[in-house]
């Protein structure tokens, strides 16, 4: 068990409206929690909670919840983009990463009353993009930046080649055609499209498996 300590207030009531807490209590606990805690709108209109994903059945779930939340603030076109990323980035949890389980989570960012932003993360402590990679792809080298960047660059053309390739390839141009990004990081290495320009970031710290993250453009209200 990990005991989480001088969390701050805002930080611990954002994680519990996003069931952070009962998602991770087999592992982790905060070492004091908030005398009053946070009562959350279980149909709230900014936050699909942080979700647990093994298979078609909990996917298809996350993305009807998904729809309904998101129905407002996105044109038709916008809305099926979205519901295919999570589609995508969601049966990469279960088929390639070697996971049972990972977790997804969606919110609605508004940073001010002209405009909006939903906000996408998938995640697993699988084996990782390299580890995944590397017996058909060894000359690639052993640098994780190399097989993350051919992943977001679409190398890996066919789904039997395990994370990358078009379902990664699809989510990269849906984000850039609504003016959105995505962030792949996985072991020490991050790329980022920002849809003209592409970054790299290598010698991060480790994390277990991959995380994908994708921003996108959304009107402020309904």
């Not at 939340?69 to 990469?92: H, K, M, W």
């Not at 995640?123 to 080298?141: E, T």
Request: glycine fraction near 8%; charged fraction near 20%; include cysteine.
């Amino acid at each position: 068990m990990v005991l989480m300590k001088n969390i701050n207030e805002q930080i611990y009531l954002y994680l519990g409206r996003m069931d952070f807490f009962e998602i991770t209590k087999a592992w982790l606990k905060p070492l004091f929690a908030l005398d009053e805690e946070w009562r959350r709108n279980p149909h709230s209109i900014n936050l699909l909670e942080l979700t647990v994903v093994s298979g078609y059945e909990e996917m298809s779930a996350v993305i009807e919840r998904a729809r309904e939340i998101f129905t407002p603030y996105l044109s038709q076109d916008e809305l099926a983009g979205l519901l295919r990323v999570i589609s995508e980035l969601c049966q990469n949890i279960y088929q390639h990463s070697g996971d049972t389980n990972g977790c997804v989570m969606i919110q609605k960012y508004q940073p001010n009353h002209n405009e909006a932003f939903i906000c996408l993360s998938v995640g697993d402590s699988g084996c990782g993009i390299r580890a995944n990679l590397i017996r058909r792809y060894s000359w690639l080298g052993s640098d994780p930046i190399h097989f993350v960047r051919a992943a977001m660059d679409g190398s890996f053309t066919s789904r039997s080649h395990g994370r990358g390739g078009l379902g990664l390839r699809t989510v990269r141009n849906i984000t850039a055609a609504h003016k959105g990004y995505v962030t792949v990081r996985s072991e020490t290495a991050a790329v980022t499209d920002w849809g003209k320009a592409v970054q790299n970031f290598s010698n991060l710290a480790y994390m277990t498996g991959t995380q994908v993250s994708v921003k996108l453009s959304a009107r402020s209200s309904p």
